[in-house]
């Protein structure tokens, strides 16, 4: 069955320390989307990407990294330049064109400790 | 920029009853698409309903249905006969169409939170 895979499910960071969370995707879906979800803050969008190569900043970039080598990956790193990563982070996927909503991964639960 | 505005951070309603979300939106463009996403307490982000900004005639997924005022820029959810597996954060979302922007991302509202009493 087709759909999105964030991996892993939960990851704690150690200050000072980059992590990469990791999607995957085999819906053969053009754009690629990373979220952040606090409590009492819906979701915000971080980082997205049109097109294998290309990759625009959202709303809360600073802090985050992206690439987009492959049309089915959009690996995310939190660097220790982000003062809050504690968060749930959401990736999805739509086609490029449409009346069509995202689909969403299972996200991933990144603790600082 | 578009916003997306859900003043009812949480709701309370009895099992098969019906309640209806408010979600409120800004926005200058005239081609639009407007979702309802549910997310479960698995965090699992579930796409419940969509609306066309084009089309004049209200969406509706069986006891799901939407109120789509365009002018009043405001797309309300009514779930009907609520049942126990209703009971979730939801969340209204705006996406540009293909001359806005339409990849640029969802805008979220910041979520209802739907209790079911049984």
């Known amino acids: 069955d087709g759909g999105i895979t964030q991996s892993p499910k939960y990851l704690f960071r150690k200050e000072g320390q980059n992590v990469t969370l990791s999607c995957e995707q085999n819906?053969?879906?053009?754009?690629m989307y990373w979220y952040r979800q606090d409590p009492g803050q819906g979701l915000r969008l971080i980082y997205y990407s049109q097109i294998v190569n290309d990759f625009q900043k959202g709303d809360i970039a600073e802090g985050y990294s992206v690439s987009r080598e492959k049309k089915e990956s959009f690996p995310l790193t939190v660097t220790s330049a982000q003062k809050n990563p504690t968060a749930f982070y959401l990736c999805?996927?739509?086609?490029?064109?449409?009346?069509?909503?995202?689909?969403f991964g299972s996200g991933t639960r990144l603790t600082v400790v | 920029a578009q916003t997306v505005t859900q003043s009812q951070p949480e709701m309370s309603v009895q099992e098969a009853e019906t309640v209806t979300l408010s979600c409120t939106y800004d926005t200058s463009e005239s081609d639009y698409y407007l979702f309802w996403y549910k997310q479960p307490p698995s965090r699992q982000m579930i796409l419940v309903i969509r609306q066309e900004a084009y089309k004049q005639q209200n969406a509706t997924e069986n006891r799901f249905s939407v109120n789509f005022q365009k002018a009043a820029k405001s797309f309300s959810l009514k779930i009907s006969d609520s049942q126990l597996g209703d009971a979730a954060m939801y969340f209204c979302a705006y996406r540009s169409g293909p001359g806005g922007g339409g990849a640029d991302g969802l805008t979220f509202g910041k979520g209802t939170h739907l209790i079911i009493q049984p």
């Open positions: 819906l053969n879906h053009d754009a």
């Open positions: 999805a996927s739509s086609p490029f064109f449409g009346n069509y909503g995202y689909t």
